[in-house]
């Protein structure tokens, strides 16, 4: 008897391993990208929390005491940037859109075998850096530069017109930065649109525009979504554009904090205007998916 409830006792412990290991693996799996949030995000927001209700200076010291006038003071005293971001982000993130959307219907539809090598041309200057791009429009844009100042000289504009600090020049900057994160999703989300529905809508007798506005449009939205996720987020916090291509007067939030941290070192201001600027966001976010948001993306 005991030598076969030995027998039968043997195999039971494999399979309480292999029941084991199956249940765990989605966590091991998980584990590392786990840690890697919460040691790269969480921590930080943790630190950014408690330092935003600090009060004292750099010289001093500063102390941990609740001190939610950090909040209410960063408000008051910037709440134009604040809009700042917001206006020029959601305008750059429009005109991205209108100059995005063409461009990648054409690639997807008319461009044919040539697709990649088109797609290589819109993206090529956005291997050069950032900041020199930024620096080119800077140069071009410049008040006596060279686009201006020969029609300047021709008395085509007057003396005094300018672009450049301005937030026209902002705007222009930003959606120009993040063409690429606007372009890309919309051109993929084109790409996957089944042609026989085109076809089949044309067969039932669907103009061009019938045809793009009930059939390509719609089966698109995922794309334009992701996009003005890809292109609003850093757009509204980007803070380079608006510090060499504008002005005193188009200061961004972005700017601001980075001033707080870096040069007058009031980190529990910069921290709650930072905590201000992520809720802010989070909720317009929320708001956007809430309203504009498709099935297929959250199923994703």
Do not use: C
């Amino acid at each position: 008897m005991q030598a076969v409830a030995a027998a039968g006792a043997g195999p039971r412990k494999p399979a309480l391993r292999v029941r084991f290991a199956r249940a765990a693996a989605p966590y091991l799996l998980i584990l590392p990208g786990g840690g890697w949030l919460f040691l790269f995000f969480l921590l930080p927001i943790l630190a950014l929390a408690v330092t935003s209700l600090e009060s004292g200076d750099f010289i001093a010291g500063f102390n941990f005491d609740w001190n939610v006038g950090n909040y209410t003071f960063g408000l008051q005293l910037y709440s134009s940037q604040f809009l700042h971001s917001i206006e020029y982000g959601g305008a750059a993130t429009i005109v991205a859109f209108l100059v995005a959307y063409p461009a990648a219907y054409w690639i997807a539809f008319h461009a044919g075998p040539r697709k990649a090598a088109y797609l290589l041309i819109v993206l090529l200057p956005f291997f050069v850096s950032f900041v020199i791009r930024t620096l080119s429009w800077e140069t071009l844009l410049a008040d006596y530069g060279p686009l201006f100042k020969p029609l300047k000289d021709a008395g085509l504009l007057p003396g005094d017109f300018r672009v450049l600090a301005t937030p026209v020049a902002v705007t222009g900057g930003l959606a120009y930065t993040f063409f690429p994160f606007m372009m890309l999703p919309i051109f993929a989300s084109l790409e996957k649109i089944d042609r026989r529905l085109v076809e089949a809508a044309e067969d039932l007798f669907a103009n061009r525009f019938e045809v793009f506005r009930r059939v390509i449009f719609p089966l698109s939205l995922p794309g334009v979504f992701a996009g003005v996720l890809l292109t609003g987020i850093p757009a509204v916090a980007d803070y380079v554009n608006q510090d060499l291509l504008g002005g005193v007067g188009t200061t961004m939030i972005g700017r601001v904090i980075e001033e707080q941290f870096e040069v007058d070192i009031n980190y529990p201001l910069a921290a709650s205007l930072a905590f201000i600027f992520m809720v802010g966001l989070l909720a317009m976010l929320l708001a956007y998916q809430r309203i504009f948001g498709t099935k297929e993306i959250l199923s994703d």
